[in-house]
């Protein structure tokens, strides 16, 4: 096999491994306006995710939380919904709530934001997310 070949098959594995729910393992979402509206009429905690399957920002994110509910059972009871970017970066939901790009994390408790992260990837900003729903 030669080089071209080789690399040509790791960008085809990267491609399948980055399509998909971004917390499928954590029985996440993907967006619909019912399911989010669903969600925030329940009063649970949910993480409203921007994310875009090429963004490596936002992979960053999604192991920051994998491993927070993964050392706090508590964290586990956050309904994440995972909203594409690609898709909804236009649309009014992003707008109504002046999402000002891919990366954008968004907690609600009882249907209000309780706070977002933008861009960042550190566990302290993302885990005050975390504590201020649960």
């Given amino acids: 096999m030669n080089r071209r070949t080789l690399l040509k098959a790791g ?3 990267a491609t399948i491994s ?14 619909s306006p019912e399911i989010l509206q669903s969600a925030l009429d329940s009063g649970e905690p949910v993480l409203l995710g921007f994310h875009a399957t090429w963004c490596s920002v936002c992979r960053a ?6 491993a927070l509910i993964d050392n706090n059972e508590a964290y586990a ?3 994440i919904i995972s909203v594409d970017w690609d898709t909804y970066g236009n649309s009014k939901l992003a707008k109504e709530l002046r999402i000002p790009r891919r990366s954008t994390l968004v907690m609600f408790k009882n249907g209000e934001e309780v706070g977002r992260v933008v861009a960042q990837t ?6 005050e997310l975390f504590k201020a729903a649960v």
Avoid: D, H, M, T
């Avoid at 994110?61 to 994998?66: A, D, K, P, T, V």
């Fill in 11 to 13: 960008l085809g594995l």
């Fill in 18 to 31: 980055a399509g998909g729910n971004a917390f499928a393992e954590y029985n996440a979402v993907e967006y």
């Fill in 61 to 66: 994110q999604e192991r920051r939380i994998s």
């Fill in 77 to 79: 009871k956050v309904r």
């Fill in 122 to 127: 550190g566990q302290e900003a993302i885990e």
